[in-house]
Structure formats: C-alpha cells, structure tokens
C-alpha cells in the first residue's frame, strides 16, 4: 500500500517537473538568446597561469552548467598574497601549482575542498642536441649539481621564472636548496642559514640568462624566440606543450631532465573560499567533481598533466604526449624533495630576494614628452617612487637588493643624461628619486633615440665584462605615440650588439600599443597595462628581469 | 505574448496538481507511515564521519524508522570539544575520547557518552615500501594474511635515525618514519604521536613526568616531516595521488580504504595491486564518542545502535562497531577485506598527558 500510493504521488510529481521543463524549453524557444549569464550564476577562480590551457574546458563546463566561470591568472607567490586577505580577496576560489602556497597565505583558513586535480613536476627542459652533448639522454641519476656544474660550463643559457612571483621558479629553487643542503630530511631554517648553501645557490641562480614573472610566459617566450635560450626549469607539462608545438614547426623538441635530487611536484589545489554562500559552493563542488570525473582527468592526462586515482603514473597514457624520446617518463618514480613548512618557504623567499637572486640591472626611460603633463607623469613618478623609496618598497617587495643597478634615462623629443644608483642604499636611492620628481613634462617624444642610449649603456657593461653578472632589462614608461626616425637604426644596432636584453613596456593613458608591442615581441619583452594597478604592473615588470 | 499566456496557465495547472496532490492523498499517505513530525538532532561531528552521515541508506533509516533528522555540522574533534559555541546543539560527536574528557573539563555535563563506531589506526604503505619493511624485519605477514607492523620496532628504527636507502633498502631520500597529520590540528596525527610516545616509553602507557625525556624525540621525529596536512582526508588523498616518491608510508583510519574503495569500485584491483594495510601492533582504536547534551540526542545514540544501520556502517563505511556483542563479520564487506577483530589494542595517555604532550609539540 505504501509502495503503490508512493509510485502514484511520485508520478504525479514527476508529470509536474515535465510541465514545467516544457514551459521553461518555450520560453528559452522563444525568447532566442537566452544564455548561460541569465541565471547570473558566475564562479570566480585566482589561478596559476599553468592551468592556461584548461580554459577551454572549464568554460565549456560553465556553458552547459549556467555558470559564468571567469578566470584570472597570476603567480602562485602572489595567489599566496591575496589568500592573506582572508574572505576579502576578491574570487570565489584559489588555484595556485602547490598546496603550500595555501599553507602560506591562508593564514585566517577561509579556504575549504582543497582537492589536488592534477600533478606535475619541475623539470629541466633542454635542448636535445644538448641533453646528447651532456650525455643525459636516459639517465635519471642528473643531479642538481651536474645542471649548475654545466651551466657554470656555460653549455646552454638558462631560463627560470622568479622564485618570488612564480611556483616553478620557486620550485626549481626549493630544488636547489634541498640538494646543496646535502638531501637532509626537510629543508630547515638552519640549512637556509649554512653560507656553503647560500653560495651555491647563488651560483646557480647566476647562471639564469632569462627570468619571467609567469611560467606559461616562460614557455611562449621560448616558443617565439627559440634561439634565445637552451633550457629552461619549468612544468613538465608545460615542457610537452612547447614539444607539441616545436616538433610540428620542424624544431628540435626538449629533452626532459628531472633532476635527481631536487624534484618538486606541483600538486595543482583547487580550493573555495568560504563566504557563506550556498549555492556558490554547490556550484564550485560540482566544477572540482567534474575536473575530477575520470573523463575529464584523461582529457588532462593528455594535455601533459598527471592524473588519476592514484600515484604519478601515466603508463598507458597517449604516447604523443608521455613520449618517452623527449625524456618523459611516464611510471616517475623519482623521489621528490619534502615540502618544506610554510616558515622556512617564507624565509627562503626573502633570502632570495634580498641575498641570492641575480641581481638586476634595469634602464628605465621616462617619457616626459607633453603629453604626458598631469595624471600620466604623475603615475609614472609613482612608479619610482614606489621602486626607490625604501619604506615604500619594502612593503610592496620591490626594493632593490644590494647588487642591483638602477638607471634612469628621461625622454622627449631627445634622450636626457642617464642617472644611475649603485645598490640599495637609502641614501642614493633618494638622490636618484629626488631627480626623478624634479622632471617636467614637455617636448615631443622620440623612444627609439632614448633606447640608443640605453643601448650605450648596456654595451658599456658588456665592454667591461659585468653585463654577464646582471639580468639585464629596459623598461620604457610611455604613454604614445613615438617619432620613428632613429627606430630601424636602433633595431639593427640593438640585433647587431648580439647583447639580447628584453625590453617591457608600462603602457600609460592612450599609448600606441603597436609601437610598443611590436618593440616587445622583437625583444622577448612585455607590454603591461596599469589597469591592475601600477604596483601590480610594476610588481609583473619585476618578474622579468 | 501569447506563449507567455501558455505559460501562466500551465503554471497554474502545475500549481494545481501539487495543492491536489499534497492535502489530498500523500498528506494522510505519509502521516501513516511517520506519526509525528520529525524531530530535528542538531550536532557538531568530525569529518571522518562525513561520507557516513552523507548516505542516503544511513539517513533513511534515520528518519523512516526514528522519526529523525540531522542538522549536522562538521567540525574538529578539538574545536568542537574546546571551543565552539554549543548552545542549542543536542550533541557532539568527536572522533576521539580524548574530546570528551576536553568537553568535561569545560563544564559541559552530558546526559550520556555512547562509544557508536570505532576505526583503529593503520598504516597505509606503497607495496614496494611495505615489502621493504618485511624484509627489514619491521612487518610481518601473519596466518590470516594481514600484515602486522611491530611499532617497537619501528620506533626503534625512527630513534636510531635509520635511512630509507641505507637501512631500509628502498630508493627514498631521507630518514625512516611514517608521515602522519599535523598532531596538533588533527585526530588521526595526535594518536599516532600517542602511540610512538608510548613505544618510545618502551610500551608502557607514558604519564606527564616521562614527556621531559620523550618529548624531544617526538619533535625531531616530526619536525622531520615538514609539511604536516591538517586533516586525514587530505594525507591519504595526497599520499594516493603524489605518489611514493613524496610519501612512502602514512598513518590513517582503517574506514578510509574502506570508504575510498567504495566510492571508485571501478578501481579497487588497482589500488589493492599497489597499496597495503599495515595494522600496527599494538594499535589505537579511534571511537566516536556521542556526547548527549540533550534528551533529543539521547534518542539519537539509540537510533544509532539499530543493527541495520550498524551493519551498514561496517559494509559500506568500514566503522567498526562500538558496541558489545556485536561482531563485525568480513563476508559482509563489498570491495575491502578487514580482519575481525583487532586484537593488539592500547589506549591512549591520559587527557592531562595528552594536552602536555601536544603544547610540546605546537
């Protein structure tokens, strides 16, 4: 009796949901350009750039969902940052490369259904016919100290990203400190402290022709410009990527090193930030449950990610992708490093920062043509001021260490005399800022003769031999449209120079991104916008140099 | 306009079917099979019991023959002990004893304290790893199958500063020992530092005076660890999916295999081809504890004792039984094997020992 009278009120029940279903297939009939925004239902993710890639699965999840998911990239370091802000960061989840970033910034544990979606570990990729030169080929017994000892051999030019902006740089670098440290149990404060430590990773570090805010940059730099360098520490799966693209563009592919005493393993959290609301966390649960769904881990498993129930191993996955002749090893098996506790990452990060990072040497040109009078030169005063004056760049992590070199050339319609600070005394660096706020707008604007200058000075280093010692870089602050009369002449000088310094841009009010994007792409540099805010983008231009 | 038409009159029709539907039939059909209406047990629980209280087969029995439902938050065993605001809360169902005591000394007065499951603590090993450690003589296989690890043994091994690649023949970095949660923030961690305390203690149960000499191997033995997880869900999911290479060996709850088995059958020869059980001998069992702190969840406790719902939690959850006489059979289990009985057992230090040993450990 039960049973039946059940079986007849579910059915009636049933027969009303079909009613409805069919009103609300009318009205969407109707109505024509319904979309997945209507509902208003939108997921806010604060992602590493790694995960690039997944978009367009995620969005196509979001379309059949009704939920708008937009994804912001950014650093894991500074993932980490934001997460310090508690319920106030401004996303509905985090998804940084390492758990520890977690353990780093949520101090106020405001995240919740933190599950890893997938694994990869940080690499060194290298030139093949390099890996055969070094005889690395098939070994998985390449140390740490055999990748310095051939870098300090000067047998390939290396790229990282920043340890203190970027979860494969600071991965590579726990990496280092780990094996220098002598493969202790965990990294200690104590180990952090030992100066032998301290000097050869510095060493290592010094090594670094190239280093980049983002890895995801990291991989497009060197797809765009792969003679720029011959190897680079990043994600294994961003190492498959730049293979899949090198190989069909009739280039050499990398060659994968997993160093054997050094190997970190991103574990890639997606985890919700709890503001008590309901229907958000439903919506964030079923995204985490459908990136966990087997479907969707093999469709990552091809895209060079480590997935599955259980492990590292890929054995059996699709053979284009763990492809064993770029030295991909599907069944890893090598032992990672420890994830150290988030207080000695935290001191290991401002050791490399402040101590054993390689130092900078940054040519900033000011643009002080006319247009640039009222809000545009009063930003780009900001600018500097935020990088020179140390109680301001200090909070803001922008301060220059004791080795770097700051030079700044003002520009208008002819370059103006180049000023220069030596270290990070405040003293000096007050002298320069003082200069700087001193700079009138006026005059027309002509970058390239001011970059020739900037050029002299580069070539000066280099004559003297220290340019070796620095990451060098350029960063124009502009705001439009430069007179081209010195620009061939420049161009041609700076490719014959063979010195390869990147040039970035901060791109003010109406600038000509043409012009400056242009002169990016010929240099490996960036354009940055000052919509995030001017010490977001002056905290990206430190990233890459 | 006219579709929209179509729709308000469909809406009403709708409309019309549900009002028929509930005060016609259904209404009386329901209040023959419930009498009255449900009574609702609000409760703060610990996140091993997540998946349990989240089963519809659990909650139905609940409801259909106790007339009850769970307003069920999930918090830590600790915080909910300590630190939380109970008022209006009928229970509190920590995952260890240690909470109750913690719960007493707060001037909480509970109704009645029902052990309801228990769920000893294992060790969850690589086969590789697990092999390694026969060999060395730190486990063994017994008649039933099952290995055993000898905890004096291992602690031995962990005070003696032995090495993965050196003493224990596997290629690992680093020294011997088995990862656990941070004994701190979490249940399954604080055992574990009970339990290594108590071989430590060559096997006697240790008491506040013995921590001056124990506590500084306890430190080095976690403090050797670096990143500890705060929770066991998230060691045994790190450890599943990063692999041996970042965590050879951990502490856990023998339900969690059980659980995780369960919920991806699919895949159970595999991880039954690469993981193994090890049951320390001796062993803690981990008991969830119900607190009453009023006559609603009194009910509750005997709600939870129905042989159906206790069967289940064993099959499908892994939660051995709390209550006497009962025995948990392993013919009844779906994917997982289990011994019966769990014979080597400890308890843990006192509640003072316990909150020493962990203002040490912080």
């Known amino acids: 009796m039960k049973m039946k009278s059940g079986g007849l009120s579910g059915w009636l029940i049933g027969a009303g949901f079909l009613l409805v279903l069919a009103l609300f297939a009318g009205f969407n009939l109707g109505g024509g350009n319904v979309d997945q925004t209507a509902s208003g239902r939108t997921l806010t993710i604060l992602s590493g750039s790694e995960n690039r890639p997944l978009v367009p699965l995620i969005q196509a999840w979001g379309q059949e969902n009704g939920v708008d998911v937009r994804m912001t990239f950014q650093g894991s370091v500074d993932i980490s940052r934001a997460l310090n802000d508690g319920t106030a960061i401004p996303f ?266 390689k130092p900078s040497l940054t040519i900033w040109l000011i643009d002080t043509s006319g247009s640039m009078e009222g809000a545009p030169m009063n930003e780009a005063k900001e600018a500097l001021r935020m990088i020179l004056d140390p109680a301001e760049a200090a909070t803001s992590l922008l301060q220059p260490s004791e080795n770097d070199i700051t030079v700044i050339i003002p520009f208008s319609s002819a370059p103006g005399t180049p000023m220069m600070a030596e270290g990070n005394d405040p003293a000096v660096l007050s002298r320069l800022l003082d200069q700087v706020m001193a700079l009138q707008a006026d005059g027309g604007t002509d970058m390239y003769s001011a970059l020739g200058v900037a050029l002299k000075q580069m070539q000066g280093f280099a004559s003297k031999g220290t340019l070796v010692d620095y990451l060098p870089a350029v960063v124009v602050l502009t705001d439009g449209a430069s007179d081209t009369g010195y620009r061939d002449r420049v161009f041609s000088a700076m490719a014959a120079s063979g010195l390869g310094f990147p040039v970035h841009a901060i791109a003010f009010g109406e600038s000509d991104l043409e012009q400056l994007d242009a002169l990016a792409a010929a240099t490996v540099g960036k354009v940055f916008g000052v919509d995030k805010g001017l010490s977001t983008a002056l905290r990206d231009v430190r990233g890459y140099n | 306009m006219k579709r929209s038409l179509i729709g308000l009159v469909a809406l009403a029709v709708v409309a019309l079917i549900a009002v028929a539907v509930s005060t016609l039939d259904l209404g009386n059909l329901r209040r023959s099979v419930v009498p009255t209406e449900a009574q609702v047990v609000t409760l703060y629980y610990g996140g091993e019991k997540s998946a349990l209280l989240d089963d519809p087969a659990i909650t139905d029995i609940l409801r259909d023959r106790y007339n009850i439902t769970l307003d069920a938050i999930r918090a830590g065993s600790v915080e909910m002990a300590k630190t939380l605001d109970v008022t209006g809360k009928d229970c509190l169902w920590p995952s260890s004893t240690v909470a109750v005591d913690l719960a007493r000394a707060r001037g909480l007065r509970p109704l009645s304290v029902d052990t309801i499951f228990t769920s000893p603590i294992v060790f969850y090993a690589w086969n590789e790893v697990a092999d390694a450690m026969v060999s060395a003589g730190l486990v063994r296989r017994a008649d039933d199958g099952f290995l055993y690890a000898d905890v004096q043994a291992v602690a031995a091994k962990i005070q003696e500063g032995a090495k993965w690649r050196e003493d224990i023949g596997i290629n690992l970095y680093g020294s011997f020992g088995i990862f656990s949660t941070d004994p701190v923030k979490s249940n399954s961690g604080l055992i574990w530092a009970g339990l290594l305390a108590t071989a430590m203690n060559e096997g006697s149960l240790p008491v506040v005076a013995d921590l001056s000499v124990l506590l500084p191997q306890l430190q080095n033995t976690f403090a050797s660890m670096g990143y500890m997880e705060s929770s066991s869900g998230d060691i045994f999911e790190n450890f599943l999916k990063q692999g041996m290479g970042a965590r050879p060996i951990i502490v856990g709850y023998e339900n969690q295999m059980v659980e995780f088995i369960n919920a991806n059958a699919a895949s159970a020869p595999m991880i039954r081809d690469r993981i193994t059980m090890i049951y320390p001998e001796p062993t803690v069992f981990a008991s969830h504890p119900l607190i009453s702190l009023t006559p609603a969840c009194t009910k509750l406790a005997e709600a939870l004792q129905d042989p159906e719902l206790q069967g289940l939690a064993w099959s499908d959850h892994g939660f051995r039984t709390g209550l006497a006489g009962v025995v948990n059979d392993h013919e009844s289990m779906m994917n997982a094997t289990l011994p019966e009985t769990i014979n080597q057992v400890v308890p843990m230090p006192t509640a003072a020992t316990v909150e020493a040993m962990v203002a040490g450990l912080q």
């Open chain 1, 92 to 357: 509905d989840a985090v998804w940084p490369a390492h758990s520890l970033w977690i353990g780093l910034g949520d101090t106020q544990k405001v995240t919740r259904h933190a599950a890893s979606i997938m694994r990869t570990p940080v690499v060194l990729g290298i030139r093949s016919e390099t890996a055969q030169r070094l005889g690395w080929v098939g070994r998985t017994d390449v140390t740490v100290q055999d990748i310095a000892a051939a870098a300090a051999a000067g047998d390939f030019r290396l790229a990282m990203t920043s340890a203190s902006q970027s979860n494969s740089g600071a991965s590579a670098y726990l990496g280092f400190l780990y094996a220098f440290a002598g493969n202790p149990d965990v990294l200690t404060l104590d180990n952090l402290k030992d100066p032998a430590v301290q000097e050869n990773v510095r060493d290592i570090l010094g090594r670094v022709d190239r280093s980049s805010g983002s890895s995801d940059w990291l991989k497009e730099s060197f797809l765009a410009n792969p003679e720029a360098y011959d190897a680079m520490f990043n994600y294994e799966a961003l190492v498959i990527e730049a293979n899949r693209a090198l190989v069909p563009a009739g280039q050499n592919p990398l060659y994968v090193v997993y160093p054997a005493n050094g190997l970190m393993v991103a574990d890639s959290p997606l985890a919700f930030i709890d503001k008590g609301d309901p229907e958000k966390e439903k919506d964030f649960l079923d995204l985490q449950k459908f990136l966990l769904s087997s479907d969707t881990q093999s469709q990552l498993s091809d895209l060079g990610r480590r997935t599955g129930l259980i492990g590292l191993d890929q054995t059996g996955g699709d053979p284009a992708v763990w492809n064993p002749d770029w030295g991909v090893i599907p069944a890893l098996t090598v032992a990672s490093v420890p994830t150290p506790t988030p207080e000695v990452v935290a001191e290991a990060l401002r050791l490399y920062q402040t101590e054993l990072r």
